[in-house]
């Protein structure tokens, strides 16, 4: 695999060596809108190096805020956030991005791909935003990825010209270009069929095997857990239980 990992990730002094990757402290969540509506209650969770897990939990239950807090996309209410031993409540905006960018990869349902672009622009645009080294030196494991993905033949094409399912295969081999530590995953396989899904998961698992990458992933599908290793479930916005 190329080495795309940065050689200027933040190392601050408090920041303590551990296979830790996310740590969450009594994380809370409430929404205001005329009436407070708590949306999670004192979450505590720990995601470590090689994690693959699966979140489940019903419609409501809370799943979507709390990967977006964990993306740093949004903010607790309460509660103590560590991403890599780093506390992320006291941060900035700008430094939250920076951490985004370089500890977090995503992948939406919605697969938000850059139009003006062909696949293999979209798969390298998160290393290009870093600089030009970053995104020579992911360039040939994105090209393998692709493949890996029945996308090869269509490096070069714009992504307009792509069906849906195939959109959201780029979207998701983008969230690996940066080499992250942790990938954060929405319904990554919702608009797939059957065999491409098995494609997806299994690209997933290959990383998440040989680089100790670890996942989290949103998802209704029953059938998804069989991949993971841990399997978390919510129920009304609270950890209901969290099994290996």
Do not use: W
Not at 103 to 130: A, K, T, W
Not at 156 to 169: D, E, F, I, M, N
Not at 175 to 201: I, R, Y
């Amino acid at each position: 695999m190329a080495d795309t990992t940065s050689p200027n990730r933040p190392h601050q002094a408090d920041v303590e060596a551990t296979d830790t990757i996310l740590r969450l402290e009594d994380i809370r969540k409430t929404y205001t809108n005329g009436v407070a509506e708590e949306v999670l209650f004192g979450i505590d969770l720990e995601v470590n190096t090689g994690d693959f897990a699966v979140l489940i939990g019903k419609s409501g239950s809370g799943k979507t805020t709390l990967l977006n807090i964990i993306g740093l996309l949004d903010t607790p209410t309460s509660g103590r956030l560590f991403l890599d031993g780093r506390e992320t409540s006291t941060l900035d905006e700008d430094e939250r991005a920076r951490l985004r960018r370089e500890y977090i990869g995503f992948i939406f349902q919605s697969h938000l791909l850059l139009p003006d672009f062909n696949v293999l622009e979209n798969v390298l645009m998160p290393c290009r935003i870093r600089g030009k080294a970053y995104e020579e030196a992911a360039h040939d494991r994105a090209v393998e990825m692709l493949q890996m993905v029945d996308l090869g033949e269509k490096i070069q094409a714009p992504v307009t010209k792509l069906s849906g399912g195939q959109q959201q295969r780029v979207a998701t081999v983008r969230a690996f270009a940066n080499a992250p530590t942790v990938v954060l995953a929405d319904e990554p396989t919702g608009s797939l069929d059957s065999k491409t899904s098995q494609a997806v998961m299994r690209l997933m698992r290959d990383i998440n095997q040989e680089t100790g990458t670890a996942f989290l992933m949103v998802t209704h599908d029953p059938e998804l857990t069989d991949y993971a290793d841990r399997v978390i479930e919510l129920r009304d916005g609270r950890v209901a239980s969290d099994t290996t």
